[in-house]
Nanobody, 115 residues
Framework: QVELVESGGGLVQPGGSLRLSCAAS????????MGWYRQAPGQQREWVAG???????NYIDDVKGRFTISIDNAKNTVYLEMNNMKPDDTAVYYC?????????WGLGTQVTVSS
């Protein structure tokens, strides 16, 4: 069973930056696209960013130009670089395969954007 462990969240001021990491217990990135998802309080989980196994990336409109997804195959880790952050980015962030979520969800990492 593949385990996904997210980290790197925290409290950041509006306009600030964070880099999230998601480590997979097995080498899965060459088989699957990977994505980042988030769930804000009282909201359903939503897809935020994705990359195919071939390196083609996609983002929801709200984060285009601010967020960047990347993969390090050697480390079995997927990253989400978040810049110029907004209060609406506040959520628990998760990773999973993309576009289909094949694995059990991890615990996520909390991101809070507030002054």
């Amino acid at each position: 069973q593949v385990e996904l462990v997210e980290s790197g969240g925290g409290l950041v001021q509006p306009g600030g930056s964070l880099r999230l990491s998601c480590a997979a217990s097995e080498s899965i990135f060459r088989l699957n696209g990977m994505g980042w998802y988030r769930q804000a309080p009282g909201q359903q989980r939503e897809w935020v960013a994705g990359t195919t196994s071939g390196g083609i990336t996609n983002y929801i409109d709200d984060v285009k130009g601010r967020f960047t997804i990347s993969i390090d195959n050697a480390k079995n880790t997927v990253y989400l670089e978040m810049n110029n952050m907004k209060p609406d980015d506040t959520a628990v962030y998760y990773c999973n395969s993309f576009p289909r979520q094949r694995y059990y969800w991890g615990l996520g990492t909390q991101v809070t954007v507030s002054s």
